[in-house]
């Protein structure tokens, strides 16, 4: 009998009732606040603010939520609320060296102005599993210093000195803008940094791992890596001047990588770059590592075909949220180009045995 | 929904993706780029069309949803909904009635008039893709109307299998100049892309829009003694009868017998309140 795939909406309907009740989980159980996420699954809100491309936290932790925790899902739902805001200016560049940090170091010296400070890390600490945390412990109050009040210089501005670091090329030009311009190719780095600082955090990560091992390898140190906040101005043009709009928290990490020189420039060590927001330090060293790699062709090095190095590649798929898509929609109905390769591949079978066939018979 | 504009998108990005849509008209087959916005739904879900249509639409229209040719399945039903609920538009299942019509995987049997849209979803609008994966390469060959690489690979077909082996996405050419992806409708449906609708097709994860004005020549890729065929399953609709729609196979019993049913949906409704019946239609009569 034939049973046509009908009362599509209804099932829709009845699928979203369904979800909903499996997101609440039992309801005997305490339901979580959008501050409790925010609060206790920070790194998590963090994750889905640098994916999304939004500065909000609380939005963030109710898309966790309303995702289950999924983070790709809650990135999207980000992603969709954020492409309907209206775009009303543009910051200022936000001056990291003005960053107050709850977290500095460096790999490349043993200290420097501004000190190494660790902060809240989970560097160093052992990987057991804390049973007193199933148990509701009370925390142990954390002790306190006060907090360096003049900016800490970036680590790579002692080693510009010497020239032994190559220097960024400043400029005033404004760079483009990738959610209001299509992504083209060849690209530039503003662009590609944009991308990198979005891209999804285990992506860009194996892209970085890559290069460590020996996939275009550029021996990256970190010069440093700091977290902290910072506030983001913006000029109003009824003011005349810039003011603070607010504050946000950013994860930078700039590498040090060595150079043995290209035929046109003197050896010297070069530099890659990862900004990202909030405390968010595997995806930032990763992005710089990545960042690095993809500069081979303005540093005059070779192409040496890994995939870290093709902007092409690592730009097109860099993107959690076009991947999933796309990935998850070749669960959508295709039986109409199903039945026509069904018609094919039987055609071609008949074909093919009428062609067997005969020659069985001659021999 | 009424904290969204009509349509869902602001009026800069409809404004941009109809200054999209007119290249496109102006350079038939030719791939825009468009800075393609995150929609509600995920990529690859239709967002191109999606955003296609919300561009195009207007209150007065009149939209058709369908997927795989059907007005009721999953998806088309969920995109027939956001536009209820973001536009209001009047929405119908009937082809005649349309507007607009959105479209994935299928053409309508129907034929369409001058004063309709049919929008199609795109996955991958480059046709020669999966022949050459970098995009400045492709777009390249585009520019130079280097497009032996596409006859190779058919060539290799018939030489390897006897036959072209695309069954869907067929290349065609558009007006002389541009091969075209036509999106994964089955090859069946290739010869009805020659129409006097307008056709516009949309990718929005690769974002990029293309269109096929009315009347505008569309050749499918083949060679002269292998030229190109629209096939489709050796069997009348079981329930409409029609010998000449594109039809869905469908596993009835764990014996494996199938029926054979029209993918137009609308088409095989309108064709048995006309009276026409099929081998099963009595037990049917619906």
């Known amino acids: ?363 | 929904m009424n904290e969204y504009n009509f349509a869902y998108l602001d009026e800069q990005t409809k404004r941009m993706i109809r200054r999209a849509i007119l290249k496109g008209l102006a350079v038939p087959g030719y791939q825009v780029p468009f800075a393609s916005r995150e929609m509600p739904m995920p990529y690859g879900w239709g967002t191109g069309g999606v955003q296609v249509s919300a561009a195009t639409l207007m209150p007065e229209d009149t939209l058709k949803v369908i997927d795989q040719g059907a007005d009721d399945t999953t998806n088309a039903v969920s995109i027939r909904k956001f536009f209820e609920n973001t536009a209001g538009v009047e929405t119908t299942e009937e082809t005649e009635k349309a507007t607009i019509i959105q479209t994935r995987h299928r053409i309508p049997e129907a034929k369409l008039r001058e004063d309709q849209i049919i929008v199609y979803q795109v996955p991958i609008p480059e046709p020669l893709r999966f022949l050459e994966p970098r995009e400045t390469e492709t777009r390249k060959m585009h520019s130079l109307e280097e497009y032996g690489l596409m006859h190779v690979k058919l060539y290799e077909d018939i030489s390897q299998h006897g036959a072209i082996s695309t069954a869907y996405a067929y290349p065609v050419k558009v007006s002389d100049r541009y091969v075209m992806d036509p999106s994964p409708i089955p090859k069946f449906d290739n010869p009805k892309l020659e129409m006097d609708a307008i056709q516009l097709f949309g990718a929005g994860r690769e974002q990029r829009i293309y269109a096929v004005p009315p009347h505008t020549k569309v050749v499918s890729l083949d060679f002269e003694d292998y030229p190109f065929e629209a096939t489709k399953a050796a069997h009348p609709c079981d329930l409409c009868g029609s010998d000449d729609s594109y039809l869905d196979e469908v596993i009835m019993d764990d014996a494996g017998n199938r029926m054979f049913v029209c993918s137009d949906t609308d088409f095989c409704r309108s064709r048995r309140k006309a009276g026409h019946k099929g081998r099963l239609a009595e037990e049917n009569a619906a």
């Open chain 1, 1 to 363: 009998m034939y049973v046509a795939v009908k009362g599509g909406e209804k099932a829709i309907e009845n699928a979203h009732a369904w979800l909903a009740e499996e997101r609440r989980g039992a309801p005997d159980i305490a339901e979580l606040s959008i501050a409790q996420i925010r609060e206790q699954l920070s790194l998590a809100v963090n994750r889905v603010m640098a994916e999304g491309s939004l500065y909000d936290p609380d939005l963030a932790a109710l898309a966790i939520k309303q995702a289950r925790g999924d983070l790709i899902e809650a990135i999207f739902l980000i992603r969709a609320y954020r492409t309907t805001l209206p775009r009303l200016g543009y910051s200022n560049p936000v001056k990291t060296d003005e960053m107050a940090c709850d977290r500095r170091i460096s790999a490349t010296f043993k200290d420097a102005p501004g000190g190494q400070v660790l902060g809240p890390t989970f560097d160093y600490t052992h990987r057991l599993l804390d049973f007193k945390l199933a148990a509701e412990g009370e925390v142990p109050v954390a002790p306190t210093l006060q907090p360096r009040t003049e900016a800490t210089p970036h680590i790579t501005e002692f080693l510009k000195g010497e020239d032994i670091i190559q220097d960024e090329p400043a400029s005033d030009a404004t760079p483009g803008d990738l959610t209001r311009e299509p992504m083209e190719f060849p690209s530039n780095r503003p662009l590609r940094l944009q991308s990198l600082t979005r891209g999804d955090e285990g992506f860009v990560l194996g892209m970085a791992y890559s290069t460590q091992r020996g996939y275009a390898r550029n021996h990256a140190f970190v010069g440093e890596l700091r977290i902290g906040k910072l506030a983001v101005e913006m000029d109003i043009p009824e003011l005349g001047f810039a003011i603070d709009i607010g504050e946000i928290e950013l994860t930078e990490c700039e590498t040090v990588n060595q150079f043995k020189g290209s035929k046109t420039e003197p050896p010297q060590f070069t530099r890659g770059y990862g900004l990202v927001f909030g405390q968010s330090e595997r995806k930032s060293i990763a992005m710089a590592l990545v960042d690095r790699a993809l500069r081979w062709e303005e540093l005059g090095e070779d192409n040496l075909g890994a995939p870290a190095q093709d902007e092409e590649f690592v730009l097109s798929h860099a993107d959690n949220i076009q991947a999933t898509g796309f990935l998850e929609h070749i669960k959508l109905p295709h039986y109409v180009d199903f039945q026509s390769e069904l018609e094919l591949v039987r055609k071609l079978r008949r074909e093919a045995e009428e062609r067997i066939k005969p020659k069985e018979a001659a021999e």
